[in-house]
């Protein structure tokens, strides 16, 4: 799998309308749109390739769109699944919520739901019990996503019994082959 980044998306763009034109190189696992970027999932590496010398600089409701290989971050991190977000919520805003308990790698909101990728994971736990089920423009739902790494036994323990969920199984980037 190769994760691809879209940018400078049109506003028009659609989900349907990116997996459909990555469909034409391979089998798309993902696709995600967020703002005027996003990113697909592909299935092999030789897919990936074909898409990038193919798309990049594709013309799109009359915008090149840049795709390129998604860099991987240069820092571990701790992905947390925040569900339940408003739709008045910007980015600026969840971070700064999420940077009072440390700092925050990245933030993205995909409708009402956001992941939020922090860079320690004391501080995610920290975040987890100082604003799980708290309101914030609508009321939160924090979860730890199975994707990003793990949390020693000992902080796993902290969470039974909990209201605090992983993303289900069913969602698009827990699925394995």
Request: with cysteine; hydrophobic share 35%.
């Amino acid at each position: 799998m190769v994760k691809l980044f879209i940018g400078n998306l049109p506003r028009e763009a659609t989900e349907q309308e990116i997996r459909s034109l990555f469909e034409q190189y391979g089998k798309v696992l993902e696709c995600d749109i967020i703002k005027n970027y996003g990113f697909v999932h592909i299935e092999d590496k030789t897919a990936a390739e074909d898409a990038i010398r193919n798309l990049h600089h594709y013309k799109l409701h009359g915008v090149n769109i840049n795709v390129e290989a998604s860099k991987n971050k240069s820092k571990a991190s701790t992905k947390l699944h925040v569900g339940n977000i408003s739709p008045t919520c910007t980015n600026m805003e969840l971070r700064a919520k999420f940077e009072e308990y440390g700092p925050v790698i990245e933030c993205d909101i995909v409708k009402d739901y956001a992941f939020v990728h922090m860079e320690r994971a004391e501080d995610a736990v920290e975040a987890i019990r100082g604003l799980d089920n708290t309101e914030f423009q609508g009321v939160f739902a924090l979860g730890r996503s199975r994707e990003a790494g793990h949390f020693p036994d000992a902080i796993s323990k902290t969470f039974k019994g909990s209201q605090i969920k992983a993303p289900p199984a069913t969602f698009p980037k827990n699925l394995r082959k």
